[in-house]
């Protein structure tokens, strides 16, 4: 059986990709997911944020003490012992993409305009097949309009896609009042994949200390509802790779995702609940599906149910209230 697909431009031995999550930030768990038959990996993300946190952070121990004795500083390691900046990511990056003959993607979560690109062309430097861009931004501003949103989503890709050659993706956010225009303007900015979608860390309130909750709940199958009518709507319509990415828990939302035309499927959850060795199991069972209908290739499967390819195209985008309630309402 022949799972080859094409992702933005890369050769993958299969349609299936760990996406960013700390378990792809290790090289035996990357080496582990090629063996198990992973089609490509994509690292967690380097958060610029994170990064001038750790900076000011190790600026003031450096500082602490100075006036009352200095001998406290010998407390304290030097900034360089710290796994501060993105050198640590940039050494495992450096030594996957060595090691290991799958893409190694990489992912990055900037802030300002010279984070974006710096880090992009380190991250190419390094040696990364590909480029995500977790472009994570949540507008809570009342008076920023949609439009500067999106200026914002098309500014950063630009000023990447002008610094670095490998391919670029941008995960995207699902609240856009028009996804496919957006998802056009991303394209003719230069992106070369889509992933579809981003999923925003919603915090929950802890009713016994009033307080905000910072819990990030794994993903389950229900979730994929929302970027399966992306994938379908956009399959076909748009010139860039799309990639699957939320709610996949067994190989049914894979074989879904790419009935509705998704090019890759990403998963993250899954591995981080059943463990790194799960991968296997969503390829055997996309195996046993496509062997049990005498499929040989993918090129069958892809797209067969996507918005351009089905008779009711409509039906992607219709209210269907009144036809689920009908089910339920008792005949009279
Ligand atoms: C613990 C955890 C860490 C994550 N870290 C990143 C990250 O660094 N960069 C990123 O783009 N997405 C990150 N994600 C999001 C995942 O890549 C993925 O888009 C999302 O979880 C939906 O896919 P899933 O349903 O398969 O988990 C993280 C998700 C989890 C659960």
């Given amino acids: ?26 090289v035996d768990n ?3 997911l090629e063996d198990l038959g992973a089609g490509a990996v994509v690292l967690p993300s380097i958060f610029e944020e994170q990064i001038e946190q750790d900076e000011q952070l190790i600026e003031q121990m450096d500082t602490i003490g100075i006036d009352s ?6 407390y304290f390691p030097s900034a360089a012992s710290y796994h501060i900046g993105p ?35 380190q991250i190419q430097e390094a040696g990364a097949d590909a480029l995500e861009l977790n472009i994570y931004f949540i507008p809570t501003d009342p008076n920023m309009p949609g439009q500067e949103v999106e200026h914002r989503y098309v500014t950063i890709l630009k000023a990447v896609k002008e610094a670095v050659t490998i391919p670029v993706a941008v995960k995207l ?47 389950t199958a229900t979730e994929i509802r929302l970027p399966l009518l992306w ?31 998704a090019d890759v499927v990403m998963t993250s959850s899954a591995l981080l609940r059943h463990g790194v060795d ?26 067969r149910l996507s918005q351009r390819n089905i008779t009711d195209p409509t039906a992607f985008a219709r209210a ?7 089910g339920y309402l008792p005949d009279r």
């Fill in 173 to 219: 956010s699902p609240y856009f009042s028009a996804v496919g225009h957006m998802a056009t303007q991303l394209v003719d900015a230069g992106a070369d994949g889509l992933v579809l979608f981003n999923r925003f860390y919603e915090p929950d309130i802890d009713l016994g200390q009033l307080t905000l909750l910072p819990n990030l709940k794994l993903s």
């Fill in 69 to 74: 004795y200095a001998e406290a500083l010998t």
């Fill in 278 to 303: 799960y991968m296997k199991v969503l390829l055997d069972g996309l195996k046993s599906w496509l062997a049990a209908r005498d499929l040989e290739t993918l090129d069958r499967i892809r797209g």
């Fill in 30 to 32: 990357i080496r582990r």
């Fill in 87 to 121: 050198a640590h990511y940039l050494e495992v990056l450096h030594h996957a993409a060595k090691a290991l003959d799958i893409p190694i993607m990489a992912s990055l979560n900037g802030i300002t305009d010279h984070g974006w690109v710096n880090y992009a062309r």
């Fill in 231 to 261: 994938i379908g709507a956009l399959s076909g319509g748009v010139r860039a790779s799309l990639a699957a990415s939320t709610g996949v828990e067994s190989a049914d939302e894979v074989i879904k995702y790419l009935l509705a035309g």
């Fill in 1 to 26: 059986m022949d799972l080859t697909t094409l992702y933005m431009g890369l050769s993958l031995k299969s349609p299936l990709v760990a996406g960013a999550s700390p378990l792809t930030g290790e």
């Fill in 320 to 326: 269907n209230y009144i036809r689920v309630l009908q």
